[in-house]
Every structure is written in structure tokens, then in C-alpha cells.
């Protein structure tokens, strides 16, 4: 006997039920440390989540006017601190599957209130209305993955980065968006099986507002691919008398596993020089610099010139006695022709983002022999 065959919508409806009774069960039973508790509310993260990862999101219509469109009305209720037709209570909430509109909320509805009512109703809004919100939002709640970091799937793997500025709302994203690039590059550096990761493990610690500035719309630019990364945004805007609004911003980045291998990838083959390990710079690196930087070192043996020297990983090595190393390729033959050619040359760096002062790379130690 052969299986039904499966009802996408049939099933969503069931886990948006199944849905609505764990959050149920959240709100009713807020004890801590109760184990029961704390079960549901894991049980309820779970299923957020994978909801989540396929494409559905909830929304809370409570305090919003009524349509017809996005709520369905189970009942009406007068409230003083609500304004007739606009949603008092939420009995479940509403789903979007794919950004178009899947089960609308279940609210109940303030009802219509006599003349002399409303005449005060709306004299204590208008007064109100004077006084500043206390915070402004882009969505009435925040959303899971703020309060509960995602986990890595099979297909994707995601990166929060976040920002605070005050009064410029599209500079504080941009903030964000460059602030996934520093979260990436903290994934890289703790991967075990990417050999560079040691360089990275070093450069982490650099990374600042400052230094990321640009650098995601770099990274999209010389890297179409990227393109394909989804991005959700959460921002509140909080005023205070101190510091005016203050907008606190966090931007969720869902970035396909392929595109992220293919970026790591891009860092090319590994080079070697006199006990000395390199690859390319990279793409997350060019999009910081803005710019090709060279050689990345990753790995530098003991008692080697390269090591004399002073260079360790994360450095990226920019010139070779002013020849400039746009690659670890390039990087190894130009050290390879001066090695060759000259009893000691300069390496000019750039070490944690700074360009470091040249040094000099002796053929063989000063004052005696040596590798």
C-alpha cells in the first residue's frame, strides 16, 4: 500500500497548530527551574527554528488596527487602552510562508465606544502623542534568532552582526552587514580543518567597526555569489535625552554552505618558501583592504628565515624590496628570486591591519652561518 502523497499546506497547518499550543504552554507555565518548563520552551525554540529554516515566519498583530485581509476576528472586547477596531489580544498568532501571507492571525477585536467616550479616548491619545515612545521597532516582535542564536543546517550556515548608531538608520545596517564579515572570518579561524585558519585565529582579534568599514558591499561587488546570502533585519529606535534616538540594529545573513566553501576556497593553492606557508589573501580580506594584499602567512618553522625575520601568521606580506607581491604565488617567487640573487633583502607587511615596518631577510644569519 502505497503512502499519501504529502500536503505541504496540510502539514504547515499542523505544525502552526502544534505551534500555537506550545506558546500556550510558554506563557502559562513561566516558572524557572522547573524542568517541565524548561522542556517546553526547548521544544518551542526547536520548532521556531525549523519553521524558521523553511521559509515561515510568524507576525503578532496586537495594538495594530484591524484587517480583514491579515486577521481573522474570534471576538470583541471594549478596551480603554486601545482605540476601537484595532486588535486588543492575540489568541494565535499569523504566519507568512515565503513572504506572501499563510494563515492570518486570530485576534479579538476592541469594540465601538459611545460619543462622549471617544471624545476622551482621544484626548488623552492627543495628549500622548506629545510625549516621545519610549522605543520604535521594525516589527512588533523581535524575532527568534535575536534572542536565540540559529544553528548551522545541512544547506545553510548563519551569521549575526549588529550595530548601534545614533539617528542614521541605513548607516547603522551597513554597520551590521560589515560586522557578519568579522563573524565569518571568527568561523574560519575556529574550523580545524581549514589549514589557514591559524592566520585568522590572529587576525580576528583586529577586526573593529573601523577596520570592517565597506567591507561587506566590497565583498558583494567582487563576489556575485554573495548575492544569494538572505538577509533578515531587526531594528528598534530608542530615545533618551542624553544621546537623542539611538537605533540598535541586528541583521541575520543566511549564507548557503556552497557559497561559503567556494569564498574559503578562493584563498587558492598553498605556497612555500624557506620553511614559510602562504595562501592568497582571499576574498574576506581583499573586501576589508579593498585591494589584492598579497601573500597571507600561515604557518612559519623555527630557525628559517622567514622566522628571523620576525614574520608570523597573519601577516600579509605587500612588497618584496618594493616588487609588489599581489598573490602568494607572486609572493613566493619574488622571495625566491631575491634569495637567489641578494645576500639580504626587505619584506614590507601588513600585521593585525597595519602596515608594520619593513623587515630585512637575511640569506643566512648575520655573523655566521644558517638556513
Not at 523553511?54 to 485581509?69: D, K, L, M, T
Request: include cysteine.
Amino acid at each position: 500500500m502505497t503512502a499519501p502523497p504529502l500536503n505541504v499546506k496540510s502539514l504547515l497547518n499542523g505544525l502552526m497548530d502544534v505551534m500555537d499550543n506550545l506558546e500556550r504552554a510558554v506563557k502559562e507555565d513561566s516558572r524557572e527551574g522547573s524542568g517541565i518548563a524548561e522542556g517546553v520552551r526547548a521544544i518551542h525554540k526547536q520548532m521556531s527554528d525549523l519553521l524558521y529554516k523553511n521559509g515561515v515566519r510568524s507576525f503578532n498583530a496586537e495594538g495594530q488596527p484591524f484587517n480583514a485581509e491579515f486577521h481573522e476576528a474570534v471576538g470583541n472586547v471594549y478596551s480603554e487602552a486601545v482605540p476601537p477596531k484595532h486588535v486588543v489580544r492575540v489568541i494565535s498568532n499569523g504566519y507568512y510562508h515565503n513572504d506572501k501571507l499563510f494563515r492570518p492571525a486570530r485576534v479579538v477585536v476592541s469594540t465601538n465606544r459611545k460619543q462622549k467616550d471617544d471624545a476622551g479616548w482621544h484626548a488623552k491619545r492627543t495628549a500622548a502623542k506629545k510625549k516621545p515612545a519610549a522605543a520604535e521597532r521594525s516589527s512588533v516582535n523581535r524575532p527568534s534568532w535575536l534572542m536565540n542564536a540559529p544553528i548551522d543546517s545541512r544547506d545553510y550556515r548563519f551569521f549575526v552582526g549588529k550595530s548601534t548608531e545614533n539617528n542614521n538608520l541605513e548607516k547603522g545596517k551597513a554597520e551590521a552587514r560589515d560586522a557578519v564579515i568579522g563573524q565569518i572570518m571568527a568561523a574560519i579561524s575556529a574550523d580545524r580543518s581549514i589549514p589557514f585558519a591559524v592566520a585568522y585565529k590572529q587576525l580576528a582579534k583586529s577586526v573593529t567597526p573601523k577596520v570592517l568599514a565597506g567591507s561587506w558591499e566590497r565583498l558583494q561587488k567582487n563576489h556575485p555569489n554573495v548575492r544569494k546570502v538572505q538577509e533578515d533585519c531587526f531594528w528598534e529606535r530608542v530615545r533618551s535625552e542624553i544621546s537623542g534616538n539611538v537605533y540598535n540594529i541586528a541583521i541575520l545573513m543566511a549564507v548557503p554552505r556552497a557559497v561559503f566553501d567556494g569564498l574559503v576556497k578562493s584563498h587558492g593553492e598553498v605556497e612555500r618558501w624557506a620553511g614559510m606557508e602562504m595562501v592568497d589573501a582571499g576574498p574576506f580580506l581583499e573586501a576589508i583592504l579593498g585591494d589584492k594584499p598579497g601573500g597571507l602567512v600561515y604557518d612559519v618553522r623555527d630557525h628559517t628565515m622567514a622566522e628571523r625575520a620576525g614574520l608570523r601568521p597573519g601577516d600579509l606580506i605587500r612588497q618584496v624590496n618594493n616588487m609588489l607581491a599581489q598573490d602568494a604565488s607572486g609572493t613566493r617567487r619574488l622571495l625566491g628570486r631575491m634569495s637567489l640573487s641578494k645576500p639580504k633583502f626587505q619584506v614590507t607587511f601588513m600585521r593585525d591591519f597595519v602596515d608594520a615596518p619593513p623587515t630585512t631577510i637575511f640569506k643566512r644569519r648575520p655573523g655566521g652561518g644558517g638556513r
